[in-house]
T-cell receptor, first 119, second 111 residues
Framework: GAVVSQHPSWVICKSGTSVKIECRSL??????MFWYRQFPKQSLMLMAT?????????EQGVEKDKFLINHASLTLSTLTVTSAHPEDSSFYIC???????????????FGAGSRLTVL | DAKTTQPTSMDCAEGRAANLPCNHS???????VYWYRQIHSQGPQYIIH???NNETNEMASLIITEDRKSSTLILPHATLRDTAVYYC????????????FGPGTRLSVLP
């Protein structure tokens, strides 16, 4: 089946630094990827929709200059948390859809997530 | 906002069937019902989806009422590894559509 890989699975950084999280679709191409954020004991919240070759679409309340998204190829999207602060500590999850494997379904495949801790 | 309502939590004995209900009374004609689960500190995992007919796969069965206003996910023989948060999601079958996650149901399978 479709596999989405995220890296790193966890990262600890100092306040004020930037952190990049990669999301790769393995063995399939994804023109669209979604980035979610999940705080402890809460549900997933969509942050942005990443579109290959164009600008990402951000959800209301998500700062596009703080959460930079780049979708430069059909298999890779990156999320960069710039000038990270402790309140950015969260579980970041990406997802993508394999339209070839499941052409008639809206099935999203999720990565394993990346846990960011900002000290 | 999520279009579904689910119980906050449920318990199930190991080896017994787990029946997880979901209410989606405002579902539209072109919207599907999807079920995902999230084991602690992992990404959500697809389980099953359906439009109006009951569906079954190797993981679970999905029973959708005739009026489509509610559904039940059935794990026929729950194991300890099925302990997770289960999300019922309603969404159009549109490739660009993202999923809106509600709080889900926290299922605890007890030995």
């Amino acid at each position: 089946g479709a596999v989405v890989s995220q890296h790193p699975s966890w990262v600890i950084c100092k306040s004020g630094t930037s952190v990049k999280i990669e999301c790769r679709s393995l063995d399939f191409q994804a023109t669209t990827m979604f980035w979610y954020r999940q705080f402890p004991k809460q549900s997933l919240m969509l942050m942005a929709t990443s579109n290959e070759g164009s600008k990402a679409t951000y959800e209301q309340g998500v700062e596009k200059d703080k959460f930079l998204i780049n979708h430069a190829s059909l298999t890779l999207s990156t999320l960069t948390v710039t000038s990270a602060h402790p309140e950015d500590s969260s579980f970041y999850i990406c997802s993508a859809r394999d339209l070839v494997l499941q052409p008639g379904a809206n099935v999203l495949t999720f990565g394993a997530g990346s846990r960011l801790t900002v000290l | 906002d999520a279009k579904t309502t689910q119980p906050t939590s449920m318990d199930c004995a190991e080896g017994r069937a787990a029946n997880l209900p979901c209410n989606h009374s405002t579902i539209s004609g072109n919207e599907y019902v999807y079920w995902y689960r999230q084991i602690h500190s992992q990404g959500p995992q697809y389980i099953i989806h359906g439009l109006k007919n009951n569906e079954t796969n190797e993981m679970a069965s999905l029973i959708i009422t005739e009026d489509r206003k509610s559904s039940t996910l059935i794990l026929p023989h729950a194991t300890l590894r099925d302990t997770a948060v289960y999300y019922c999601i309603v969404t159009p079958d549109n490739y660009g559509q993202n999923f809106v996650f509600g709080p889900g149901t926290r299922l605890s399978v007890l030995p």
